[in-house]
Every structure is written in C-alpha cells, then in structure tokens.
C-alpha cells in the first residue's frame, strides 16, 4: 500500500512539472500563467522574445481575440516578460529592401504604417537616412525614431 502511495506522488510530482512550465521568480509570474496557459502552452508564448513595445503589441491582440485580463494585469505580464524574455539582439532592418512584415515585427509598426514606407520608397526611390520617414504621410516618426538604431539603408 504504501508502495502504491509512493508511486501515485512520483507521478503525480512529474504530472505537476511538466503541466507546469518554470517560469522566472517575480512580479508578473502568475499572471502570466492564468493569462496564457488558458490559450496555448506557455513554451510557445514565451518562445518569441520581444522588447517591450512588441510585448504590449502582443498582449494587446491577444486582448482584441478575447483574452479577459485588466489594464493591471497586462502591464504586469508585459514588464514580467520584457524582463525575463527580452528581445536578442537583432541585425538592423534595411528600410530599403525590407518587407511589410519585417517592418511591423521588427520595428512593431502598424501594417498601415509598413504598406506607407513601402508605397513611398517605391514611388520616391531609396531611403537615405531617417529625415526621409518625416516626408511619409501618415507614420508617427516618433516611433521611427525611437528604433532608429535598428535602422539600415
């Protein structure tokens, strides 16, 4: 019997770890878990690893597919996780040659925003240097500017 016992809290311990994900002491933890385990298994969420705008970007989608979290909440989860699963550090986007979609993952631009870039270098030739994303209709260059260092041309 105890033998019996022995082996249901073996494998009841292993069931435990691997349901359960480590996750980084802190501010943000379980947040983090009843926020994202309900959706898909948290290796995956925790797998892209973002700055903090791209964070918020994240949450924010997640929020608009119907994920129930209050403001407090998600500003935990994304402090928690730009934190703990910052950004690597990344080449520089070459404005000139990049796509859509390296624009807004890259630079967590809006896809409106990515499709203007694009129509304006098409239309007015290559990107020389930063001044020129002030000449785009529509963009916030604050946004631009604050990833300039991530910027080629």
Not at 37 to 44: L, M, Q, V
Not at 121 to 128: C, S, V
Request: proline letters at 5%; aromatic letters at 6%.
């Amino acid at each position: 019997m105890i033998n019996c016992i022995f082996r249901i809290l073996i494998v009841g311990a292993l069931l435990h770890t691997t349901a359960w994900p480590q996750l980084p002491d802190g501010a943000g933890q379980a947040e983090v878990r009843k926020l994202c385990i309900g959706c898909h298994e948290i290796e995956r969420s925790i797998s892209k690893r973002q700055d903090r705008d791209a964070w918020q970007t994240t949450l924010n989608k997640m929020t608009a597919l119907g994920m129930k979290a209050t403001d407090r909440e998600i500003r935990v989860v994304v402090e928690y996780l730009a934190k703990n699963y910052p950004a690597d550090d990344l080449p520089p986007i070459n404005m000139n040659k990049a796509r859509a979609i390296e624009m807004e993952s890259g630079l967590s631009l809006r896809r409106s925003h990515a499709a203007a870039i694009i129509a304006y270098r098409e239309k007015n030739g290559p990107f020389k240097s930063i001044e020129d994303f002030r000449k785009i209709p529509g963009i916030d260059f604050a946004k631009i500017e604050a990833k300039k260092e991530r910027l080629a041309f």
